[in-house]
């Protein structure tokens, strides 16, 4: 079947801080993969993706590399921000044949990240 | 609005009452999602729409759940005779009918059973 499992939380850093949210994920077939992420108050929005094994995604900052023969999605920053505090998703998408779901995910529980100045 | 909507934001309601959570999702977004998020875990799926057909309702945990759609837009889920283990931040999503294509999510309704 698939599932997500990703690193506990919360997660607290200080303004500069790298940082790292792991993610691994077990999966039938060729999924593709996500980083979504819910600021206080606000609706959860995709942070970026990667398709197939080896790509990369970015954004913000942000960037996460696809990798099959770990099957992980580890989420990193440089230097976060006070304003990248939010809760942090790790999804699949089930890459099944024409007629399936498209676009469901499989989400892991969410990491809470706190950055203090 | 250009976002997907839901309401009520928040719902108390007590145990054995019937709910109904509403989505308008982004115009245009012909697949819709539900999923449900109890406190501390992740999301949990529900049922997907294509269009006002649901081909996935695999999600739902019981017969007291269902939900429909209408004119390829707003959706209803609605929960018979509520427990309090229904307590949960239901989220609907919607999306293009594309593989990869990103799904865009409301705030939520969250729901207390008291």
């Known amino acids: 079947g698939n599932s997500v499992t990703q690193m506990e939380g919360p997660v607290t850093l200080s303004e500069e801080a790298f940082l790292t949210i792991n993610c691994t994920y077990t999966?039938?077939?060729?999924?593709?993969l996500f980083w979504y992420v819910q600021y206080p108050g606000e609706g959860l929005q995709l942070l970026l993706k990667?398709?197939?094994?080896?790509d990369k995604g970015s954004n913000k900052g942000f960037e996460a590399t696809y990798r099959k023969e770990t099957t992980s999605f580890h989420l990193e920053k440089g230097s976060v921000q006070v304003s990248d505090s939010a809760v942090y998703f790790c999804?699949?998408?089930?890459?099944?044949?024409?007629?399936?779901?498209?676009?469901?995910?499989?989400f892991g529980r969410g990491t809470q990240l706190t950055v203090w100045p | 609005g250009a976002g997907v909507s839901q309401s009520p934001s928040n719902k108390v309601t007590e145990k054995g009452k019937d709910v109904e959570l509403r989505c308008d999702p982004i115009?245009?977004?012909?697949?819709l999602y539900w999923y449900r998020q109890r406190l501390g875990q992740g999301l949990e799926f529900l049922i997907y729409?294509?269009?006002?057909?649901?081909?996935?309702k695999s999600g739902l945990p019981s017969d007291r759940f269902s939900a429909e759609r209408t004119g390829e837009s707003v959706s209803t889920l609605t929960i018979q005779r509520t427990q309090q283990e229904d307590s949960a931040v239901y989220l609907c999503?919607?999306?293009?009918?594309?593989?990869?294509?990103?799904?865009?999510f409301g705030n939520g309704t969250r729901l207390t059973v008291t």
């Open positions: 115009s245009g977004h012909t697949a």
């Open positions: 990667a398709t197939k094994a080896d």
């Open positions: 999804a699949l998408s089930d890459q099944r044949g024409r007629g399936s779901t498209l676009g469901r995910l499989y």
């Open positions: 729409f294509q269009g006002n057909s649901a081909p996935d």
């Open positions: 999966a039938t077939g060729y999924p593709s």
């Open positions: 999503a919607s999306s293009l009918p594309l593989n990869n294509s990103p799904l865009h």
